[in-house]
């Protein structure tokens, strides 16, 4: 069967070349690969220097017809942002950095902005409905600063719990019931799913995707190894296959008839 009818086949572009991460390779050159590559119609950038850089890469797309994803996740992690944090001058900081990374994803005129609810930023358990709440906060926020600069989408990505991103979203289901509490006031808002936090979350991939279908809007295909000890152990997205990991061919055929299934993926409307 061929994808182009169904859905839109992307890459992330810091996984594909992840020494982009520390600035050593040219960016607009490596984009460029990938808009080259039929197989791709979509890329997926962390943020860059200044608008300037992204003003270029829109460029770029825009010649190429290369649709672009801004991916926050990596500014999170790095300055340690987190929108559920119990300190509320930590909340204000992440909710000012991602504002200022919203607007930089407009200056790309990227379709979507996604981005994680926080380093670390799963509470103890005696505090875990406060830090929700302060989490809805946030995103109400931030949610409403995209919507007052144009169309974009915001895409939430959930992560382990407890093993390296340690984030409050977390399993689907409650990712589901605090998206939907916002997307009522916000319908820039979807949800994100990566299988390989789903694998280590523990959830079963397929009742996962139904829960979410909801509100489901972009979807990671993959892999992980859950084995402790192992070089490879984590969130370290390994090629699918690979000795002692979840994902394998067989995974992602069946992944992608439940998609089928519930309708995430349907012909003509990619």
């Known amino acids: 069967m061929q994808w182009q009818p169904y859905f839109k086949l992307g890459i992330i572009h810091y996984m594909l070349y992840p020494k982009s991460m520390e600035g050593e390779v040219d960016l607009l050159s490596t984009i460029e690969e990938i808009a080259l590559d039929p197989y791709f119609s979509v890329v997926e950038i962390a943020p860059v220097m200044d608008e300037t850089q992204a003003k270029q890469i829109h460029k770029l797309a825009e010649a190429t017809a290369l649709r672009i994803i801004y991916s926050a996740q990596l500014l999170i992690l790095r300055e340690k942002l987190n929108l559920a944090s119990l300190d509320k001058s930590v909340r204000l900081r992440s909710i000012n950095r991602l504002k200022e990374a919203v607007d930089q994803a407009y200056a790309m005129e990227a379709s979507n902005f996604v981005l994680m609810d926080g380093y670390h930023s799963n509470p103890p358990d005696n505090q875990s409905s406060q830090a929700k709440s302060h989490l809805i906060e946030s995103l109400h926020e931030i949610c409403a600063y995209a919507q007052s600069q144009g169309g974009m989408g915001v895409n939430l990505e959930t992560y382990d719990r407890n093993i390296e991103k340690r984030c409050i ?21 979807g949800l994100t799913l ?17 829960k979410a279908m909801p509100i489901l809007t972009h979807l990671h295909l993959g892999n992980c190894i859950r084995k402790k000890g192992t070089q490879l152990y984590g969130d370290t997205h390994p090629r699918f296959s690979v000795l ?9 055929t069946r992944i992608l008839r439940t998609l089928l299934e519930i309708g995430f993926v349907r012909k003509y409307n990619p």
Not at 194 to 210: I, M, P, R, V
């Open 169 to 189: 979203l977390g399993p689907t289901e409650l990712a589901v019931e605090v998206l939907q509490q916002i997307k009522s006031d916000h319908c820039c808002l």
């Open 244 to 252: 002692d990991s979840d994902n394998d061919v067989h995974v992602l």
């Open 194 to 210: 990566d299988l390989t936090h789903l694998a280590l979350l523990g959830e079963d991939y397929d009742q996962a995707l139904t």
